[in-house]
């Protein structure tokens, strides 16, 4: 970028597009080398380059800046993977004999499945899945086991454990990352939740004894539904590498399309999987035919809520400029894309008592 | 040949104030190159008061490792009770600070950010300085006045390197400077200006976290010479006790390992290279606990030791 050039959001997309094609990085100036290094971090995408560029011999190639930088996040990313594989080690030793499935998702999924996707990756926590009516055996074999969860009020427990899909996070003195225990991959009562029973009938083996993963098809729509019924979608530009990664991985060799569009009917992700396709057609350009896009928009997403949505998208996912601060535009979208996730993930009965609390916790607690 | 830039003290305080409001200004440390800009009214006198003897480096963001920028709190707080930010690649990871208080908080902000991301280095929580080519450790325990003393050897002809990080380069094992102004809290700020008349001290900001905090800034041959690494040869553990004599407590390769290690900033992080880097250290460097009430007597002692040690000849004090 040369100086007093405006700033386009799309400059994000150059890291994304380098982990496929990482000899580009060569031509890279260091003005430009400066500008990714600063996206990237804030994509949590920086590890994932490191890696790549690293698994060509191409880091010793670069400038000093980009060299020293990849190099320290190369380290940061192996430190957490290897405290996630041990985190999950010790998880996997309590839940030994335990008679129902135990599933590994998300980071944990493409570490134990060995995907491309999970090479220079920065795990913050431990995400498994275990069935519903395991749960509570799962959580007193941790309990005995040390882990312990936070100590919240009786509304937050509450949330928790009847409208959430997942316990409270749990931590271990000896173990840096807190575990996510899930026992669905959307919340009970949202505005699309997700037969849990579908997802346990096509378990996969992982790479790791005593765990298991989603069935690839399951794996990219719960990756697509995690991204788009979130609260915060700030930067989050690797959850579409990572949808883009599997999908290149999973369904572009056997080109299995019409298999994923009817798995996303069927578990009610429609709409997730079209915004996903979407987005990753047009900035990572995925090979998505264009008429599974078509399909894809047909079962899920009306021409009028993709107007409204991609453009909020657009604004929240990728970042802005680094030298400044958010513009208000996308202040607006964040709030906008906060109140829809709020609206699907509770009926309205929950969530305006829910709200309320929230806003009279902030007003005691004084302003942040 | 064209004539070194000016130090930060030879500009106009319109001028720096002007940089930092539009291109920002590169710090260059030695081991870390910090890019900041800022509209606080205050930045500009603060920040060329404790970074006086640094180049002039206006705009220079290219090859910033670090980029911040401070600036007003927006909104009611302009007014009311006005606040400083710290905005670091667009995001607000800290709370803000009082409006006339933009240097702690640049301070602190960037030590955060040189302790996370600076991991191809071994960054030990140390003072470091330096004396005839050769490194002096200084291993922060809590309490201990790793930074009075610090401070104190590099008013009395030692170099600083840093008096935060002991940055260990783990493929030459040379300790690099990661030169910024020395943090003196509380009692110190007096001790140190009692020491020398050379010692040029920065704004105090009384109530911060850490109670009253001053900064003593870096001289113009530390500063010459931050892009110059030293071997380290020695670790010395501070502690101050009221009214005891100095003292020289020999300190085992295990316990120097330890001291070094579970203090660091990143030696987990660092995995292998972090073990061997810290183990190579512990071998190589002879370790002394120093206890001491007396600081012009500790700072003596100390220099007396010194030459013989850089040459291998003595151990310790005692030996």
């Known amino acids: ?368 | 040949m064209t004539a070194p830039p000016p130090s930060l003290a030879e500009v106009e305080l319109r001028d720096v104030r002007r940089a930092l409001a539009s291109s920002g200004l590169l710090l260059d440390v030695g081991a870390a190159r910090l890019h900041v800009r800022g509209d606080s009214q205050a930045l500009a006198r603060q920040l060329g008061a404790v970074y006086r003897c640094f180049p002039w480096q206006p705009g220079g963001g290219e090859a910033a490792d670090v980029h911040v920028v401070l600036h007003q709190a927006r909104g009611l707080r302009r007014w009311w009770r006005p606040q400083v930010v710290l905005r670091i690649d667009g995001a607000y990871p800290f709370e803000p600070f009082p409006a006339d208080s933009p240097l702690p908080l640049l301070e602190w902000g960037c030590n955060w950010l040189i302790g996370r991301r600076l991991n191809d280095l071994l960054l030990l929580h140390a003072g470091a300085v330096e004396r005839d080519g050769a490194a002096l450790l200084l291993p922060a325990m809590p309490g201990s006045g790793k930074s009075t003393l610090t401070a104190a050897l590099s008013l009395r002809g030692w170099r600083l390197l840093s008096d935060e990080f002991g940055a260990v380069d783990p493929t030459t094992g040379l300790v690099q400077p990661l030169l910024k102004p020395v943090a003196l809290k509380n009692a110190s700020i007096e001790v140190i200006r009692g020491l020398s008349r050379e010692a040029v001290i920065g704004p105090a900001f009384p109530k911060t976290r850490k109670g009253t905090v001053a900064h003593l800034a870096p001289d113009a041959r530390a500063v010459a010479a931050r892009g110059i690494g030293a071997r380290p040869v020695a670790v010395v553990l501070p502690r101050w006790e009221r009214g005891s004599p100095t003292r020289w407590e020999p300190v085992s390769p295990s316990q120097a390992f330890s001291a070094l290690a579970f203090n660091a900033f990143n030696y987990n992080l660092l995995g292998e290279v972090g073990f061997r880097t810290a183990l190579r250290l512990a071998r190589r460097c002879t370790a002394w606990r120093l206890v001491y009430s007396d600081l012009d007597d500790a700072l003596a002692q100390l220099d007396r030791v010194w030459p013989g040690l850089v040459a291998g000849a003595v151990h310790g004090p005692q030996a």
Request: hydrophobic share 45%.
């Open chain 1, 1 to 368: 970028m040369t100086p007093g050039a405006a700033y386009d959001p799309q400059a994000a997309l150059a890291c994304a597009t380098a982990l496929q094609r990482p000899e580009g990085v060569l031509g890279w100036s260091s003005a430009q080398w400066s500008l990714q290094l600063r996206l990237a971090r804030r994509t949590r995408l920086l590890g994932r380059l490191a890696h790549a560029l690293h698994a060509q011999g191409l880091v010793d190639r670069l400038p000093a800046l980009p060299r020293r930088h990849l190099l320290s996040e190369l380290r940061a990313s192996h430190w957490r993977t290897t405290a996630l594989r041990w985190g999950l080690d010790r998880v996997g030793r309590v839940l030994a004999d335990a008679a129902y499935p135990r599933v590994l998702l998300k980071g944990a999924a493409y570490q134990g499945q060995g995907l491309p996707i999970a090479g220079g990756r920065l795990p913050s926590d431990i995400d498994i899945l275990v069935p519903r009516a395991a749960l509570g055996d799962a959580l007193g074999r941790l309990g005995a086991a040390g882990w312990t969860e936070p100590d919240l009020d009786e509304h937050d427990r509450r949330y928790y454990h009847e409208w959430s899909h997942e316990v409270p996070p749990l931590r271990h003195p000896s173990v840096r990352m807190e575990l996510d225990l899930h026992h669905n991959i959307q919340p009970p009562l949202s505005r699309h939740p997700v037969d849990a029973g579908l997802l346990l009938a096509r378990l996969q083996p992982s790479l790791w004894p005593g765990w298991q993963v989603l069935h690839p098809l399951d794996q990219i729509l719960h990756c697509a539904s995690h991204l788009f019924h979130d609260g915060d979608l700030h930067d989050r530009l690797r959850d579409l590498v990572d949808l883009d990664g599997m999908l290149r991985c999973f369904v572009v060799p056997q080109a299995d399309w019409p298999a994923l569009l009817d798995r996303a009917r069927q578990l009610g992700l429609a709409e997730s999987l079209a915004l996903g396709l979407l987005l990753c057609a047009r900035w990572l350009a995925t090979p998505v035919p264009p008429p599974v896009l078509d399909q894809a928009c047909a079962a899920g997403l009306p021409a009028w809520r993709r107007a409204c949505l991609l453009p909020l998208l657009r604004a929240v996912l990728l970042p802005g400029d680094p030298d400044e601060g958010d513009a208000w535009t996308r202040r607006v979208a964040g709030q906008l894309l906060l109140a829809r996730y709020q609206w699907q993930r509770l009926p309205l009965r929950l969530l305006l008592p829910h709200l309320w609390r929230k806003l009279g916790q902030r007003s005691a607690d004084g302003p942040a």
